[in-house]
């Protein structure tokens, strides 16, 4: 698994809109915010904050293809794009930030400005971009946030980082919803739901006539994607709920009109293997799927089964391939009679990447 990096050129109109206590409170881990919801309280002056990016992008600059060469990691360029938006996060006003602009390095613009106010200390920059270089620490994790679709979403350690093909499991529910009205006014689930990303997706499509259940076992991934629900206005359709898989679901069995999830797929021993921004950082809980990669597709397959509603529809995704075709091979024939109308679909990159189909 490669962390795909993908940065929007805008940010969400609701981006100023703060986590209120208005969600139950399911845990006691507070979300942390994002940088660029944080309030500009610190004032550097402007000539330190030119020494700071300068040392940033000669440290970019360093690493030339050896992550590449390692484990397909980062380039320089791609580095410092991420010092670019790391900046753009940073200012108070965002515009101000194309003085840095690494195609120019022109800082003439910056004559006459003795300081700059930032969301972040100066130290605490240095310290975040060394992270991000010596330990390889996710950029979505030093800002807090990752662009999805049309959301800029809260991510921080202990959540798996969204990412972009996953954002096709929300197309698949939009072409569902689209041929039958009543998927679009049911209750759907997502489980293992992470950031919230995907039952966001979906409470978006439905438009306040159906409803969804978000789940996840970590606490951390529950808070945040509380977080997220409510910064997104979403509170009073979509629920996050705490727990194993299906067990937070037991109140709705059978009742659900559709079922998605982006489950632990990667085999145990190919962790280690992973881009270091991937195996080092973010959770195993949410990558390790056992090992042939394929436990927890199965416990998906079987829990449907049991929770959707005749006509309910599903999309799973899964490593590629050959877990694709297992999984609908154990559809047929080990569970035979449950499900109809299988289908593999490819991602972006072409990869067969999603298992759909419907209860029968």
């Known amino acids: ?5 993908s940065r929007a050129c805008f940010y969400s109109s609701c981006s100023a809109s703060i986590f209120s206590s208005s969600i139950p409170s399911l845990t006691t881990i507070k979300p942390k915010i994002p940088l660029f919801l944080r309030p500009p309280t610190y004032s550097v002056a402007s000539s330190d904050l030119q020494k700071w990016h300068g040392w940033a992008k000669s440290l970019a600059s360093s690493v030339g293809s050896s992550f590449v060469e390692s484990d397909d990691g980062p380039d320089s360029t791609l580095l410092c794009r991420e010092l670019n938006w790391l900046l753009e996060d940073s200012l108070e006003n965002r515009s101000s930030s194309s003085c840095f602009s690494f195609a120019a390095c022109n800082y003439d613009s910056l004559d006459g400005i003795e300081n700059v106010m930032l969301r972040i200390s100066l130290d605490d920059l240095y310290q975040l971009w060394k992270q991000r270089i010596e330990e390889r620490r996710p950029f979505q994790y030093i800002v807090g946030c990752e662009h999805w679709r049309d959301l800029v979403l809260s ?3 202990g959540v798996l980082i969204p990412r972009p093909e996953t954002e096709l499991i929300v197309d698949l529910v939009s072409d569902a919803v689209s041929n039958n009205e009543e998927l679009g006014q049911g209750l759907w689930a997502d489980v293992g739901t992470g950031s919230g990303a995907i039952a966001i997706g979906i409470s978006k499509i439905s438009r306040s006539y159906g409803r969804v259940i978000a789940t996840d076992l970590s606490p951390v991934a529950v808070s945040v994607a509380m977080f997220n629900v409510q910064r997104y206005g979403l509170q009073h359709v979509t629920e996050v709920r705490q727990g194993y898989w299906f067990e937070p679901l037991k109140d709705v069995e059978g009742q659900l009109v559709g079922i998605v999830s982006n489950p632990p797929y990667i085999p145990s021993d190919n962790i280690s293997g992973l881009q270091a921004e991937v195996g080092r950082h973010e959770p195993r809980l949410a990558l390790d799927g056992g090992a042939s990669g394929i436990d927890y597709l199965l416990h998906l397959c079987s829990g449907a089964a049991a929770m959707l509603k005749p006509g309910g529809f599903f999309a799973f995704e899964t490593n590629g391939e050959k877990q694709c075709k297992f999984l609908v ?13 299988l289908n593999i679909v490819s991602d972006f990159a072409g990869i067969q990447r999603f298992v759909t189909g419907f209860r029968q």
């Open 1 to 5: 698994m490669k962390l795909g990096l």
């Open 155 to 157: 991510v921080q350690e």
């Open 329 to 341: 091979d154990y559809m047929q024939n080990d569970i035979a009679g449950s499900f109809c109308n």
